[in-house]
C-alpha cells in the first residue's frame, strides 16, 4: 500500500471552525461508504462540535501519567491496528505528553501516513514555524507548538476555514469558543480586531500562494504555455534607459486595478555581456520596484522581443508594459523594434501596453567608436599610413605594373594596414582615397575619373566594401577589447572591496586610501550630516589635498543616501569610473556603520559590565557590610546599655568585637574602592625600584603571627614595582591562602629570580581549585565552593591580579604539588623597564584615600 494522503483544515485562529469542518466532512465520508475513525479529535467543551462526535467511531486513547496527572494521546498503535481509510487528527501542532512515542503530534500523523491512512487535520496558521517571528510582532506571543512548513507543504488537500474577525469575535462573546471565565481575557488580547485581521490577511496571503505553486506545477507538468489570467502578473520590459522609473509606476498602477496584481521588472541582457547599460540606473529601478512591492529579475538572451515573451509566459503573465522607441527615425531601417514585435508575437492572451515617456526618439546613447581607445600614437600611424600611404604606393606603383587585380590587392592590404593601426576613420579613409587612385592611375580610360568597363566598377565598389568591413571589424574588436579590459579591472575593485567585508577589514581610512589611490586623486573624504539643513561635517579622510567643506567643493562627489556623500579632489573622473566610485561610496557608509555599531557595542559592553559591578556592589552591601555593621551596633549597645553592668573581661570582649568588626569593614571597603579604581581606569602606578623584603612583610600586617613563613632570599635583584600597590596585592593573596589553609599548616610566601624577572609565590595546602575553576576565581564577586557569604564579597583576588597587572607583572594561580594552590607573582626587576614607559608621578588626588595612594 502506498503513502497516504494528508488533508488539513487550516484557519486564522481558534474558534472559526476547523474541526467543525472536519467533522462534517467526515460524515460525508461515511455517508459515502468511507470507512473513517476519529483518532483524536478535542471538543473543548463547544455544544456543536460534541454533536457532530456522535456517531462516528472513535478510537480509544492512550493514558499517561506525567506531574502527578493523567492525560490522554493518540494511540498510535491502535489507529494502526484498526487501519481505517480515512483517521481524523486533531490539534497537528500539538506537543505530546512526554513519554508518547513521538514529541509531536505531526509525527504521528506522518506515522499514519507512510501506513497509507489518510489522515484529516486542523491547524491555525500561527502555528506555521516560519511564521513565528510575524505572528509574535502582530500578537505579542511567539507560539511555542509549531509545525514544520514542508509538512504543511506536503499536503494533498490545503482547505481554507474562514471567517470574518467581527463574527469570529461574536461567537466567542457568545461563548462558543472558551468558557465564559476566558471570554474578556481573549476578546482583549488575542481576539482584538487587529490581530485577527492580520492572522487573517496571512493566512489568506498564505494559502494563495499556495494555490498559485500548484498552478504553476500542473502549467509545467502539462506543457501548457498559454496564459490563464486567474491572477493580474505585469511584466515591465526594462532597457536601463531613462524611460525604466516611468514603466514601473505606470506597471504598479495597473496592477493596484485589479485583485493580487504582481509586477515582475524584467531587464534583458544580450549574451555577450558587454552593454551600454547604466548599472546605477538599473539599481534605482530596482529599489524603485520593490519599494512598489514588485520583482525584479535579470535574464540573458540575445532575442530581446523571443526572450521578453518566454519570460511572461513562463510566469504566467497577463500584461506587458514597454516603453515607446527611443530609436531615431532613420533607424527604423534596421527593423521595427523591440516594442513592435513583442505587440505583433504577443498573441491574444498577453496585453502589450506601449507607455510613452520624455525620451522618445532622442536615440539609445550608444558609445561613439572613439580612435583615441587605441592610443594617440596608433591613431596617428594609422592617419599616416591610410593617407601618406596610398599615395606612395601608387608613386611605386607608377614604375611597375602588376595589373588591376594585383593593384587593388596591395591598396586593400594598405587599408587593412590602416585599420590595425588607427582604426575606422583612418582605413575609411585610405579605402576612399585608394579607389579614388585605383580610379584614376590604374582603371581605364588612365588619368581620367571615368571607367570604361563596368566590371572595374564593380571590382572598385567591392574594394571599398571590404576596406570599410574590414576597418569596421577591427574597431569593434578594439572598443570590445577596451571595454572587456575595463569591466575586469571594475571585477577586480569590486572583488577587492567583497574580499574585505569577508575578511572583515572594515577600515574607513584604508578604504578611502584606496579609493584615492585606485582614482589617482588627490584627496578622499567621505562627508556626513545630521539633516538637510546642518553643516556638513567629515567622517574620515585620506591623502595630502586640502580638506573638503562640502561636497559641492570636490571635484567627484557620489551621494550615499540623503546625508552622505564621498568627495575627492584632483581632477573631474569620467562618466564611466563613477559606476565603481559608486560601489565604493556605498562600502564606505557600510564601514562607517559597522565602526559605529562596534563603538555603540563597546558602550553597551562597558555600560553591561558596570551595571554587574555595581548590582554585585549592591549585592555585597546588602549582607556583608550590614553584617559587621550589625555586630558593632549590638556590642555598642551593650556597652551603653544602663540595665546591665559588664564586668571588665566582658567589655574587653565587646571591645574587641567592635574592633574586628571595624577592621573587616575596613579591609571590605577598601577591596571595594580598589576594584571601582580598577574597573574605572583610574589607578596610575607609580613605578620605582625597591627591595621584595621592604614591601612583603610589610603586606602580613593583617595576619596572625605564626601563620604565615617568609623566604626572601636577600641576594634577590630589586624589582621596579609601585610599593602601595604590591602591598595591597601581597595582602590579599595572604589572607586568601590563610583562609583555606588548614590550622596546623603555615601559607609559604617565596621569591626567586628567573632571568629578567622576579617570582613571588604564596603556597598554602588548603583544598586547592580545580583547573577549569582557575581563572573564575580572578573575576569579581566570585567565591570559590560553598564559601560562606560572611566569608567576603569575592574581591580580593581581582583586586590584587588588577593591581599586580597594572605594575607590568602577572598572576596565575598554579597547583601546590601534593595539594594546595598556589598563587605566582611574577614581576620585572629592575632595570628592565624602559625609562620612556616609566609613568611620570602624578599631582595628588584628593579623592583617592590616602591609604591608597602609592
Not at 542 to 566: Q, S
Not at 598 to 626: C, K
Amino acid at each position: 500500500m502506498g503513502r497516504g494522503t494528508l488533508r488539513i483544515h487550516l484557519g486564522a485562529a481558534p474558534g472559526v471552525g476547523k474541526t467543525y469542518a472536519m467533522l462534517s466532512e467526515a460524515h460525508r465520508r461515511i455517508g459515502r461508504g468511507t470507512d473513517c475513525v476519529v483518532a483524536f479529535v478535542e471538543h473543548h467543551g463547544r455544544p456543536r462540535t460534541a454533536e457532530l462526535l456522535e456517531g462516528l467511531e472513535q478510537i480509544p486513547r492512550r493514558r499517561l501519567e506525567h506531574d502527578g496527572a493523567v492525560r490522554t494521546e493518540m494511540d498510535v498503535d491502535a489507529v494502526l491496528a484498526r487501519r481505517p481509510r480515512v483517521a481524523l487528527v486533531d490539534e497537528l501542532a500539538h506537543t505530546n505528553v512526554p513519554g508518547s512515542r513521538h514529541a509531536k503530534r505531526w509525527q504521528d500523523v506522518e506515522e499514519l501516513l507512510a501506513a497509507g491512512i489518510d489522515v484529516h487535520s486542523t491547524l491555525n496558521i500561527q502555528h506555521l514555524e516560519s511564521l513565528g517571528d510575524v505572528v509574535e510582532s502582530i500578537t505579542g506571543v511567539r507560539p511555542e507548538e509549531t509545525v514544520p512548513d514542508e509538512v504543511v507543504r506536503r499536503a494533498e488537500q490545503i482547505e481554507l476555514v474562514d471567517m470574518t474577525p467581527e463574527a469570529l469575535r461574536r461567537r466567542m462573546a457568545h461563548g462558543n469558543i472558551y468558557q465564559p471565565d476566558k471570554v474578556d481575557a481573549a476578546l482583549s488580547h488575542h481576539f482584538r480586531p487587529g490581530n485577527l485581521t492580520a492572522l487573517r490577511e496571512l493566512a489568506l496571503l498564505w494559502v494563495a500562494d499556495r494555490v498559485d505553486e500548484h498552478l504553476q506545477r500542473y502549467r509545467n507538468e502539462h506543457d501548457v504555455s498559454a496564459i490563464w489570467g486567474s491572477r493580474e502578473r505585469i511584466v515591465v520590459g526594462l532597457t536601463g534607459g531613462p524611460e525604466g522609473r516611468t514603466l514601473i509606476r505606470r506597471a504598479a498602477r495597473l496592477a493596484e486595478k485589479g485583485a493580487g496584481g504582481e509586477v515582475l521588472a524584467v531587464y534583458i541582457a544580450r549574451g555577450d555581456g558587454l552593454t551600454a547599460t547604466s548599472p546605477s540606473e538599473l539599481a534605482e529601478q530596482r529599489t524603485l520596484v520593490e519599494s512598489l512591492g514588485g520583482t525584479f529579475h535579470h535574464v540573458v538572451g540575445d532575442d530581446i522581443p523571443a526572450a521578453l515573451l518566454a519570460f511572461a509566459r513562463g510566469t504566467n503573465a497577463t500584461q506587458i508594459v514597454l516603453g515607446s522607441s527611443r530609436r531615431k527615425a532613420w533607424q527604423y531601417i534596421f527593423g521595427p523594434g523591440v516594442g513592435a514585435t513583442v505587440a505583433r508575437e504577443s498573441g491574444p492572451d498577453l496585453d502589450v501596453h506601449i507607455v510613452t515617456h520624455e525620451a522618445i526618439a532622442q536615440g539609445r546613447g550608444l558609445p561613439v567608436a572613439r580612435g583615441a581607445r587605441l592610443g594617440r600614437s596608433r591613431v596617428a600611424w594609422g592617419w599616416a599610413v591610410g593617407v601618406a600611404g596610398p599615395a606612395l604606393l601608387a608613386l611605386l606603383l607608377s614604375a611597375v605594373d602588376p595589373g588591376l587585380a594585383n593593384d587593388m590587392l596591395l591598396f586593400l592590404a594598405l587599408t587593412v594596414a590602416a585599420a590595425l593601426l588607427g582604426g575606422l576613420w583612418p582605413a575609411l579613409a585610405s579605402a576612399a582615397f585608394g579607389s579614388l587612385l585605383l580610379n584614376y592611375f590604374y582603371t581605364p580610360p588612365l588619368h581620367r575619373w571615368t571607367v570604361a568597363d563596368p566590371k572595374n566598377i564593380v571590382a572598385i565598389v567591392i574594394f571599398v566594401a571590404v576596406g570599410a568591413a574590414v576597418a569596421s571589424v577591427v574597431d569593434l574588436a578594439a572598443r570590445r577589447t577596451h571595454q572587456a579590459a575595463r569591466l575586469r579591472a571594475e571585477a577586480e575593485i569590486l572583488s577587492y572591496l567583497a574580499g574585505n567585508v569577508l575578511r572583515g577589514e572594515t577600515g574607513l581610512e584604508d578604504l578611502l586610501e584606496r579609493v584615492r589611490e585606485t582614482f589617482g586623486m588627490e584627496s578622499a573624504a567621505l562627508l556626513e550630516r545630521a539633516g538637510d539643513l546642518e553643516p556638513w561635517t567629515c567622517a574620515g579622510r585620506a591623502g595630502t589635498g586640502p580638506p573638503v567643506a562640502r561636497p559641492e567643493d570636490a571635484d567627484v562627489d557620489i551621494p550615499v543616501g540623503d546625508h552622505m556623500a564621498l568627495a575627492l579632489t584632483g581632477r573631474v573622473l569620467p562618466a564611466e569610473d563613477r559606476r565603481v566610485l559608486g560601489a565604493f561610496a556605498a562600502q564606505a557608509a557600510v564601514v562607517l556603520d559597522h565602526r559605529r555599531l562596534r563603538e555603540e557595542a563597546d558602550r553597551a559592553r562597558a555600560l553591561a559590565e558596570g551595571n554587574r559591578i555595581r548590582t554585585a556592589l549592591l549585592a555585597a552591601v546588602s549582607h556583608d557590610l550590614r553584617t559587621p555593621l550589625a555586630g558593632i551596633k549590638a556590642s555598642v549597645s551593650s556597652l551603653r546599655s544602663p540595665d546591665v553592668q559588664w564586668s571588665p573581661e566582658d567589655r574587653a570582649e565587646l571591645l574587641e568585637s567592635i574592633e574586628d568588626g571595624a577592621d573587616r569593614l575596613d579591609h571590605l571597603v577598601g577591596n571595594l574602592l580598589d576594584m571601582s579604581r580598577l574597573h574605572t581606569g583610574t589607578v596610575t602606578p607609580l613605578i620605582r625600584e625597591i627591595d621584595l623584603d621592604e614591601v612583603v612583610p610589610m603586606a602580613l600586617g593583617g595576619v596572625p603571627e605564626g601563620e604565615v613563613a617568609l623566604d626572601i632570599p636577600e641576594s634577590l635583584p630589586m624589582v621596579a614595582v609601585d610599593p602601595g600597590l604590591l602591598e595591597r596585592a601581597m595582602a590579599n593573596l595572604v589572607e586568601n591562602a590563610v583562609k583555606y589553609s588548614p590550622a596546623d599548616s603555615l601559607v609559604l610566601v617565596a621569591a626567586s629570580a628567573l632571568g629578567d624577572r622576579v617570582e613571588v609565590r604564596v603556597v598554602d595546602r588548603g583544598p586547592g581549585v580545580p583547573d577549569e575553576a582557575k581563572d573564575r576565581i580572578f573575576e569579581p564577586f566570585q567565591r570559590y565552593g560553598d564559601a560562606p557569604r560572611g566569608a567576603g564579597v569575592g574581591l580580593g583576588l581581582p583586586v590584587a591580579r588588577g593591581f599586580v597587572e597594572a605594575m607590568g607583572g602577572t598572576l596565575d594561580a598554579e597547583d601546590t604539588p601534593g595539594g594546595g594552590l598556589t598563587m605566582t607573582v611574577t614581576l620585572r626587576a629592575a632595570g628592565t623597564v624602559p625609562r620612556s614607559t616609566r609613568p611620570v608621578e602624578p599631582a595628588a588626588d584628593p579623592a583617592v584615600p590616602e591609604r591608597q595612594a602609592s
